[in-house]
């Protein structure tokens, strides 16, 4: 039998964008729009052009996409005005995107009290508006807002919504619950009549997360017909969020009752990244990801020794609905000291590193990551600093420079024009060849003044370093007080394409930015493969 196609559509990127205290800029936009397409999401909704700056300019420019239908989402004419009338309308439709999503009041209701115009006129405004779009050569989505509350009070105009859009051609009416209220069953209910009028594979699910049921809705809506789930990564969005992609794809890729009836974009291999791309969205928010989250938390796959863990060691199937290595997350057996060993073992390998599994400084290194990472580190985050821990531990790693010493000052002033500016400056010594070597740099705060320094000369590995370039600088402070401790993560990359991160940890942030800096140069140096 062969399968249907069900189709992902992700607006991290737009409903996402509304969830509090997320600010995308324009490079996390595309780099969240590349990461998305790297794993085969079929549609990426990057935002509302003309409504912010970020936005317009990410439509105005090329994204470097693959095979991502590229969505820029607005609204339909305004009532009362014509399409070509319309200004907001003139620059979605002049938007550089593959498809433009439309949304459209579909509850009477709010027709009348929000928009103040007639059942009718919004309905000529959805014709109107996917036809404009339909003859500028655009895939046309139309969202439906509050479809399912509308369907409740008045089910013939919401539906007349739905349908006006379809037969003018939009290649999907999307279904929207947006005060993410409706129950599963209410779902199937309402999308099951729909799919009699709208074929289902013209209809999507569009499901908030109020009831903590909007997975579970998404797929009561692809039981009763409709063929395109809307989501955000790690269900980011407003109130209580969107439906999670994260864990929407692995139920529809590993699960039986949906593996067997449908193909999505994503492929096995594609799965695989799933929790790195998980985790990397949260590393760009800045925020600590959810150990508990289902198939890409760290605790996903975790069990405490005892019998659990040794019923593991004998059969993973015993304690785990799906394997993790499909995901991308792996095993973890906590407490034991020999699974932490494996962890660790597993980890070199992943890292290109040779070993004797028996060398006795292999437990040296376990002990001393245990122990830094109690201190705060977090290798998941900086697999470059880990790479280096290791090889450092087991003598593979030459020493190419050493540091004597390094001094910053930080100083508030008036300039010339009588304004105030803040100016740092670093001093870093460094030995090389038994000689030293000694920068100055200047920055806008002390990290960047101490990066500055510190890369200004390196003496003669300064060429193996010349396309070194810091693209990312997190901090986070890991518990309150004065005491508290801060990490410091840092992404760099080169000219090659390459990227990496290295972590720093210590009760002064200078300090540990510092470290953090000092790993990426020389994993740098040991990829060039540098000689002292
Ligand atoms: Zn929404």
Known sequence: ?????????????????????????????????????????????????????????????????????????????????SASNDPGLAALLEAKADAICFVAKSWDYHVKVALETTGEENLASIRDSVRAAKAKGREVLLDCEHFFDGYKANPDYALACAKAAYEEGARWVVLCDTNGGTLPHEVEEIVGTVCKAIPGDHVAIHAH?????????????????????????????????????????????????????????????????????????????????NRHAPYVGESAFATKAGIHASAIAKDPATYEHVAPEAVGNRRRVLVSEQAGKSNLLSEMKRAGIAFDAKDPRIDSLLAEVKRREAEGFAYDAAPASFELLARRMLGTVPEFFGVDSFRVSVERRHNALGEEVSMAEAVVKLLIDGERIMSVGEGNGPVNALDNALRKDLGKFQQAIEDLELVDYKVRILNGGTGATTRVLIESRDGKGERWFTIGVSPNIVDASFEALIDSVTWKLLREGARP
């Not at 996390?28 to 317009?56: F, H, W």
């Not at 969020?241 to 994503?266: C, H, Q, W």
């Open 1 to 81: 039998m062969s399968k249907e196609r069900l189709y992902l559509f992700d607006t991290t990127l737009r409903d996402g964008a509304q969830t509090n205290g997320v600010d995308f800029t324009l490079a996390d936009k595309v780099a969240i729009a590349r990461m998305l397409d790297d794993i085969g999401i079929d549609y990426v909704e990057g935002g509302y052009p003309g409504a912010n700056p970020t936005d317009t300019e990410l439509f105005a420019q090329d994204r470097g996409l693959k095979t991502t239908t590229f969505t820029a989402f607005g609204m339909t004419r305004r009532p009362g005005r």
């Open 209 to 289: 997360n109020d009831t903590e049921q909007a997975v579970a809705n998404s797929f009561a809506a692809v039981r009763a017909g409709a063929r395109q789930i809307q989501g955000t990564l790690n269900g980011l969005g407003e109130r209580c969020g969107n439906a999670n992609l994260v864990s929407i794809i692995p139920t529809l890729k590993l699960k039986k009752e949906y593996a067997d009836r449908f193909d999505i974009g994503v492929s096995n291999a594609q799965l695989q990244k799933l929790a790195h791309v998980s985790h990397a969205l949260d590393e760009r928010l800045n925020r600590a990801p």
